[in-house]
Structure formats: C-alpha cells, structure tokens
C-alpha cells in the first residue's frame, strides 16, 4: 500500500523559506514521478512542481521557476520542496503525489498516489 506523507508546512512571512518533505513508503519509488501541487482556498489544484526519481528530470510551474527547488533521496524515498522568496499567493494546501513512470506530468488526474497535505500560510 503507496503512503505519502508530507510536513513542513508552516506560517511564515513573506520573503521567508519552507522546506517541505514527502516520504514516500510502500514499495519502490525508483522509477516514479513524484510531484507537488498546492490547493488555495475557492481555487483548482494546481501543479507546482515534479522530479522524475530515476534521472533526476524537473519540471515547474511558471509562477515557482527560480523561486522553489524540487529534490529527491531515493535511498530514504523522499522528496523534498525548498521554496524560497515566499510570496503571499503562495498559500495553500501543498500536497505530495505520485504516478508510476518517469513522465513530469502536470495534470492531477495523471497520479495515482496522493499524500494528506501540509498548509503553508505566507503572511504580507
């Protein structure tokens, strides 16, 4: 049974830094996609970013590029999401998921593993 489980979240101000942590358990993770998406309250789930666990490979959204960094552990299956220059809009709901294949998909409906989330509340 796939578990993720993120932490990390936190209240921080704006221009301040998180790192976020999913460890992922349940099977082998080597040659999954494991990616962040972060929900805002009355918006969509949005992508944010994703690291292909084999080769490394990342892919990000336009609105986090240069700001936030994806990182994987394959030895402890974890990932993490240092994000930097917080910026109010990004508060949300950060959730970790997982599909099984290298592909850096963006859509959410394109994993099939999904963590319980972590908040992240950036104050101006």
């Known amino acids: 049974q796939v578990q993720l489980v993120e932490s990390g979240g936190g209240l921080v101000q704006a221009g301040d830094s998180l790192r976020l942590s999913c460890a992922a358990s349940?099977?082998?993770?080597?040659?999954?996609?494991m990616s962040w998406f972060r929900q805002a309250p009355g918006k969509e789930r949005e992508f944010v970013a994703a690291?292909?666990?084999?080769?490394?490979?990342?892919r990000y959204a336009d609105s986090v590029k240069g700001r936030f960094t994806v990182s994987r552990d394959n030895a402890q299956n974890t990932v993490a999401l240092q994000m930097n220059s917080l910026k109010p809009g990004d508060t949300a709901l950060y959730y970790c998921?997982?599909?099984?294949?290298?592909?850096?998909?963006?859509?959410?409906?394109?994993?099939?593993?999904w963590g319980q989330g972590t908040q992240v509340t950036v104050s101006s």
């Open positions: 998921a997982a599909r099984p294949d290298p592909i850096l998909a963006t859509r959410q409906n394109a994993y099939s593993y």
């Open positions: 690291i292909a666990m084999t080769h490394g490979a990342t």
């Open positions: 349940g099977r082998t993770f080597s040659s999954y996609t």
